[in-house]
């Protein structure tokens, strides 16, 4: 296994989740592209960003294509379909953009959306053959100017008693074909003191399972929240370091994971309604 950047040291846990090829299109709505935050839980400090590195092609397997639904009417609507990457025990979606209007950003696009989905085999697995990997994919958010893919599943690397649940996300800005983060939506310090006040709240979380993860919390101070978050989503190097959390915007609330205990699922969601909303 790859070492990661793990800031809460937990064992992780959870259930594969069988491959399966889901075919779905959405027409390109227009959404917020940056979250002003007139509401802050503590002083905002310089955010750094983490370095770029394409990462390295894969040997290509199997691929089974999928067709968008009908009811793509609009000329100018970006539609997408899910494509499902499998070798050996590996089983990963990830999205494929079409209509965008030109041929060679198009491939472009989707190569980097490609290489984002499939890089998590990097992260977890020194031999794809003696590890299993599980990743569904949604796209719950797509606009003319950029897509977020988020992924869920499990994966199971050579040695694990069990496998781990895994969250991470991917927004791509369709015109420059760059990453965007947590940065360009909101202050990772901002963030960081969010989680630890009162006002947090977690996605699909309640009863026993939360009282948990907001005890977790406690055990990573403002400083480890805020490095966590200024590294969190891609671009990375994943045969080095995979980010600790992973973030995606939609309809301006903003989205993004934190680390915890197998007990408490892996991973938490946090989410955030800027009071600009």
């Known amino acids: 296994m790859t070492n990661r950047n793990i800031i809460i040291a937990a064992v992780l846990s959870g259930t594969v989740i069988a491959g399966a090829i889901v075919a779905v299109a959405y027409s390109a709505m227009e959404t917020p592209d940056k979250i002003d935050l007139s509401s802050t839980y503590t ?4 955010t750094s960003q983490p370095e770029s590195t394409e990462p390295s092609e894969e040997t290509a397997p199997s691929e089974s294509a999928t067709q968008p639904e009908s009811g793509q009417n609009q000329a100018e609507s970006i539609s997408y379909a899910i494509q499902q990457y499998t070798e050996d025990s590996i089983s990963i979606q990830y999205p494929v953009l079409s209509n965008i209007g030109d041929e060679t950003k198009e491939a472009q696009l989707n190569q980097k959306l490609k290489e984002n989905a499939l890089s998590i085999i990097k992260a977890y697995c020194s031999d794809s053959k003696k590890a299993a990997i599980s990743i569904k994919c949604q796209v719950p958010s797509l606009t003319r100017k950029r897509i977020t893919a988020l992924y869920t599943g499990s994966v199971s690397p050579e040695g694990a008693a069990y496998p781990s649940n895994v969250f991470y996300t991917n927004t791509l800005d369709l015109n420059s074909g760059s990453d965007l983060g947590l940065s360009d939506y909101t202050d990772p310090y901002t963030m960081a003191g969010y989680v630890l006040s009162d006002d947090v709240q977690f ?4 009863g026993q399972t939360l009282s948990a993860v907001l005890e977790e919390r406690k055990l990573t ?4 929240y805020t490095a966590m978050f200024e590294g969190a989503d891609f671009p990375c190097d994943p045969s080095k370091e995979w980010p600790s959390s992973f973030s995606y915007e939609k309809q301006g609330e903003i989205y993004f994971s934190i680390p915890v205990s197998h007990g ?4 938490a969601v946090v989410k955030f309604t800027p009071e600009t909303k």
């Open 43 to 46: 002083t905002a400090a310089a």
């Open 203 to 206: 996605q699909n979380l309640s």
């Open 221 to 224: 101070d403002l400083n480890g």
């Open 264 to 267: 408490a699922g892996d991973y």
